[in-house]
Structure formats: C-alpha cells, structure tokens
C-alpha cells in the first residue's frame, strides 16, 4: 500500500511535470473546466438567492393560511354601477363581515379568520404628520402575523369591545412621530379623534406591511397604525374617500382582507375551490382575490426545479465542452508523445501505467481546473451581491457537483486518449517520428 | 573454470508479416542462437536482412511468430504481453540509436524511470543511480535535462539507464550512429568496459570496426543467419558449444 500511494504519487509528479511543459496550452485547457465549474455554482447561487427571497417572503405569509383580498372590480362594471349620473356616487364592493361569518361557519376545517380593515389617512403627533396605514383588526392579528412586540402590548379583545380609541405603532412609523418622547406615554391624532399609544410593534417581513401593495407608491413601507376593528368602523364608517390627482373618489369596502387560518395544509387543498364557491354566491362581480400561499410556494418550487434543470442543462453542455477541449488536447498530447511512449513500454511500463499516465494529466487538468473554478465560482457571486442587491446562495451541494462533474469528465474524457495511448504497439511508437 | 551459462535460447525462431490476402513477408526464417552470459555480440547484414525484427524479439518487444525463445530460462516467445513488460524491465537494457531520454526528467530521473516500473521505490536506490551517472562520467550532470547535454552525454545516460536493474543483457541498436567519430569511441569504450566488468551485450551495427570489438559477429542475410565469425575466444568459453 506505502509502494502503491509512492509509485501514485510518482505518476502524479510525473504528470504535473508534463503538464508544466506547456504551461499555455495547459492553462488554456484549464479555462473551459475553469468556466463550466465556475458557471455552475456562480448561477446556482444566483438562482438559490432568489428563490429563497419568492420562498421566505410566501412562507411568512403562511402555508396554512388562505388570503383574501377585496379587489376594485373593473371600469366598465363601476359606470354602470354609478348609474347615469354625474355625481360621484360612492362605489361599493368587497368582502364583508358576512363574508368572514359565512366561511368561519361553513367551510370544515377551518380554525380562525382574521378580518383586516384598511384606512389610508395621516397621522399626527405635535408638529409631526406622517401618511400611514390604518389597520383596523383583532388582537389574533398579532399571532397571526408573528409580530415582535418590543414595548407595550397589542391591543386586547377588551380594547375591541369598548371600541377603545387605543394604538399600536411599527417602531418605525414611532421613531418619526416621537423623535424625542416617549410614544407610550402619549397620544396621536387621526382625522380628529386621539388614540393612546398602548405598544410598539416590528412586522416580520415587507409583505405583510402592505397587505395592498402598489397603491402605496412612494411612502414608507413601515408606516403602520393598528387600532381594534370595532374603533375603526366606529371612527371611520365605511364610506372611504381617496384623493388622487385632484379629484376624488369615494369607495365603500367593509373589509380590505380576511386571512383563513386552516387546520393543516391538507385542510388548504379542499377548503380553497369551495370558498371560492361560497363567496361566488354572494359575490356577482369579481371584486375580491384569493391568494393560497401553499400553492404560490409550490409554484415557486416548481419554477426553481426548472429553473435548476435549465442552468444544469447549460452548464452541463458547458462543462461537456471543456471536457471535449482536454480530450482534444489529451489526443494531441498522446500523438506528439508517442515516441516516449514506446520508450516507457521498453524500460518496462505495462499498458496500465501508461494508461494511469495519461489518465493522471487529465484529472490533474481537470480537477486543477475544478479547484480554481470553485474558488472564482464561490466569489462571483459574492461580488453580484455586493453590485447589486440580487441575494446568492452557493449551496455546497453545487460547489460538490460541480468539483464532482469536472473531476468525472477528466476521468471520461482522459479514459480514451489514455486507452489508445495504452494500446501503441512499442515498436511502431518506438520508431515514431 | 566454470561452464558459461546459456542465458538466451533462440530455436528454430521465424517472424512473418501478413500484409493483404496473399502477400508474407518472412522477416526471420528459422533464426538458432545461443547467447552465453559475458558474451559481446554483433549483428550485421544488409539492409531488410531482419536484424531489426531480431532485436525487437530479443528485446521481448515483439512475439515470435514460431520457435522458441528462451529468456533467463523461461521461453517468452508465448508470454502475454503484461509479462513481456516486466521481463523487459527485469531482463533487457536498452540503449537506442537516438538515445530516447524522457524530455521532461533531469538525468537522474531518467536513470530512475525502469526502477519505477519494476515497482520499487526509487528513494531507496538514490545512491546506486548516482554510482551508475558518476560511472558514465555525469556526476556533475544529474539534474540537468536531456536538451541541456551533448549527444554523447545523453547517449551515456542512457548506457546508465540500461544498468540500472541489472539486466541479463543489454541490447544496443546503431549505439554510434547519431554520434560524431570521437564521442561514438568513448561511447564504444564504455560498452567495452561493461562487458569486460561481465555485462552481456548485443549489439546491431554496420560498421565493421564497431563489429571488429566483438567477440562474436553473425551475418544475416534474407531473415537467416548466414555465418558467425568468432573474433576471439570469450574470457571463459563453453567446453563444447551447444548443438544449434
Ligand atoms: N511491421 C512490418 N510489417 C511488414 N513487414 C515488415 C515489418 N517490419 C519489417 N518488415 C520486413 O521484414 C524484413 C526485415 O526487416 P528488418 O528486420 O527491419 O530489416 P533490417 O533491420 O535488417 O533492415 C524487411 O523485408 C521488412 O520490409
Ligand atoms: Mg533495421
């Protein structure tokens, strides 16, 4: 065995030796390995980083959960809605709180439904007025949510009872209405009714900060108030008014959002064609959305699983071609080499060794190459990250498949040059030119 | 005095090549002969008489196509070609016409390169391999490489590569003939020095002053061997020379 890993470790000082003798051409050959390596987990990461993003961001909404969301129904259904008239007319649609009863009570398997009322309105402390969003809802919304609760409390089924002019701020929306007080201790200013700040809260992720997003261009994302459902429809009524552009709007929406919590995911599958269909009853246009998470997330695997089979395909045929340009090389090597050959079979070399020879210069070529490309395959994306704000993720399961293929194509690639190397008769080497 | 021994054995040895349907060439045609050990033997004839094809079957690097050859006492004229390897490695030295060292080895891995393939480890044999590069005058020389030394250096290395297992016989094809005259005479000086030491050689040349420092000169001509001239008696000559 000690004969062995000697005798080994010969051939491979032997083949590094040889491959040294034309330092170019070897370093060439290198590249394509170098190339296919590094493009493999240079695009898996990126592709793993924004996957993980899409995944994150539908999980936290919930796997177990099913969305609802009122929908401003098309044009051509308003005008008739509005009738003839020039008056602007307050436009209704929506779910409502029937909607929430009706699902709670009909479809099985569900646990709880969490009703959402969204407000869009200024919120102002002394001199300070900041454009927020008012979420009107229950004290489950905080679990539901997995909100953080740095300081305070949230608001209380006793809060929602009393119709209790109390609120709860993101630690952001708080930092620029209270600069330098203490938010708890002290009391903002909606349209014209004042609400005691009982806590401060930090939401999860982005997308829970606007459960509406796009029609909030331009504010700040975390600029949430929340308030109990029963003070928000109490204080506010249900005759929204929107300004945009000069003119304004009027909008009735009982609810902006009913988010079903379901038992279990199974309980997800079955429960979403026959809310689907419950609603339908009571809803003639389409004016609400239906968002399953389970299924975005499935989606979202199925788009990374094809994904992952086109950047595999493309970087397999990357990796083929580099395999190709060392077999080249390889061949070329063998006949310039010939005439040594037939010197080694002379001085006692049997077929195998030529055939470890040759075999060795290859992977040494090969996994030279997958070594280097892992390196630069690790830090490109390192550097993307930096440029842009694209999240990657080198797995090691690529960093392993790519050294993995690169070391297999030197062994298939180097196993046909080595073999016909192998097979020279010596004399007719031995009398090569 | 002690009878010499046989060390090669070629009976009744023919080599033919089949080139298309019809066309045989009969490169040998029942080639006899004993080699003793200690023997300095030439081969000569005209050009296309088979001392190539001779060589190559002595060497183990070609079969027989019928006959017998007896290698150091086993007949390797049916050996698979996995053991041809190794007798060649054990049993022959070879020094070619155009030296053939390994470009990308220093001397002394040149001279190292037939230990590797019997499997040693060449580690243990540092000091037999700079005795084999001080006797052919390189000592000073072992980590060039081949494109740094002369013809007659390089052809010296190979002289110490044959050494280094210890053949039964070293076999030299044109040994001088990429050399000028006076490096092919030291060249030649060597290869007298290791027989006299007791090496057995053979050697394949034209010219007849390199044929004229043998003992034995056999004559080919048409793949036969036509006649031998025994220059002088070996050092220790067999009683009576074996029926052929
Ligand atoms: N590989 C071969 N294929 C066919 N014929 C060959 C081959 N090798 C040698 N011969 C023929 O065998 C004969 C002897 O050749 P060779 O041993 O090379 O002669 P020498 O070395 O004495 O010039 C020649 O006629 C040659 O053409
Ligand atoms: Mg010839």
């Known amino acids: 065995m000690k004969l062995f890993s000697f005798q080994f470790l010969s051939t491979l000082r032997l083949g590094v030796k040889s491959l040294l003798l034309h330092k170019l051409r070897s370093a060439l050959t290198m590249l394509g390995i170098i190339f296919g390596v590094c493009s493999v987990i240079a695009m898996l990461a990126i ?140 009391s903002v200013k909606i349209d014209s009714f004042y609400y005691q700040v009982v806590g401060l809260v930090r939401e999860k992720s982005q997308a829970e900060q606007r459960p509406q997003s796009g029609r909030m261009e331009g504010e700040p994302l975390d600029n949430n108030v929340y308030v109990p459902l029963s003070t928000a429809r109490a204080r506010f009524g249900e005759v929204l008014i929107r300004r945009s552009a000069g003119s304004f709007e009027m909008e009735q929406v009982e609810l902006h959002q009913l988010t079903i919590q379901m038992e279990d995911t199974a309980a997800v599958e079955s429960a979403d064609p026959q809310i689907k269909a419950l609603l339908n009853r009571f809803h003639s246009r389409n004016d609400y959305e239906v968002i399953v998470p389970l299924q975005l997330l499935r989606q979202a695997e199925e788009t990374k699983r094809i994904f992952n089979i086109v950047l595999g395909s493309i970087a397999a045929i990357s990796l083929l071609v580099g395999g190709i340009g060392i077999m080249n090389i390889m061949l070329a090597t063998v006949t310039e080499r010939t005439r040594e050959i037939g010197v080694r079979r002379a001085l006692g070399a049997k077929r195998k060794d030529i055939t470890l020879q040759f075999l060795v210069e290859t992977v040494v070529l090969s996994f030279g190459g997958g070594l280097i490309g892992v390196v630069v395959g690790v830090i490109t994306p390192m550097v993307v990250s930096q440029l842009t704000t694209m999240k990657t993720i080198v797995t090691p399961w690529s960093v392993l498949l790519a050294f993995g293929i690169s070391g297999a194509i030197g062994v298939i690639f180097g196993l046909y040059p080595a073999k016909s190397a192998a097979q020279l008769d010596p004399i007719e080497a031995l009398r090569h030119e | ?232 008696v070996r050092q220790s000559p067999p009683p009576e020379p074996l029926p052929a």
């Open chain 1, 47 to 186: 592709g793993e980083g924004a996957s993980y993003e899409a995944q994150e961001s539908i999980k936290r909404l919930g796997s177990d959960n099913i969305i609802l969301r009122s929908l401003k129904p098309p044009e051509d259904t308003r005008a008739q809605g509005a009738g003839g008239s020039g008056r602007p007319s307050a436009i209704e649609y929506g779910l409502t709180y029937d909607d929430g009863a009706r699902v709670q009570s009909t479809i099985p398997g569900v646990r709880r439904v969490l009703p959402i009322r969204i407000i869009r309105e200024n919120v102002r402390f002394a001199q300070n007025e900041v454009a927020c969003q008012i979420l009107g809802t229950l004290p489950l919304y905080s679990e539901m949510a997995g909100l953080d609760l740095p300081r305070g409390r949230f608001l209380t089924e006793t809060d929602e009872r009393n119709q209790a002019n109390v609120c709860v701020l993101t630690v952001g929306l708080a930092q620029r209405l209270f600069p330098y007080q203490d938010p708890l201790s002290h």
């Open chain 2, 1 to 232: 005095m002690a009878t010499p021994e046989v060390i090669i054995q070629l009976v009744g040895i023919e080599k033919r090549y089949t080139l298309g349907e019809e066309v045989v060439v009969r490169a040998l045609r029942g080639v006899d002969l004993s080699i003793y050990r200690g023997d300095y033997v030439a081969i000569m004839g005209p050009s296309g008489s088979g001392k190539s094809t001779m060589l190559n079957i002595l060497g183990c690097l070609d079969r027989p196509t019928a006959g017998d050859y007896f290698l150091g006492g086993t007949n390797v004229a049916v050996m698979p070609d996995d053991d041809l390897s190794a007798a060649r490695g054990k049993m022959i030295g070879f020094i070619f016409q155009s030296y053939n060292l390994i470009a990308q080895l220093t001397v002394i891995e040149n001279i190292q390169v037939p230990l590797l393939y019997q499997g040693h480890d060449v580690r243990h044999f540092h000091d037999h391999c700079v005795r084999l590069a001080s006797l052919v005058g390189l000592a000073q020389r072992l980590t060039h490489r081949p494109n740094q030394l002369s013809g007659g250096q390089q052809q010296r290395v190979a002289i110490a590569r044959s050494l280094v297992n210890d053949p039964l016989m070293i076999l030299a094809d044109e040994p001088t003939g990429n050399l000028d005259s006076r490096t092919g005479l030291e060249v030649l000086d060597l290869i007298d020095k290791l027989n006299s030491e007791g090496k057995t050689i053979v050697l394949v040349t034209h010219d007849e002053k390199v044929a004229a420092r043998a003992q034995r000169v056999i004559h080919m001509r048409d793949g036969q061997i036509e006649r031998e001239v025994v220059n002088r």
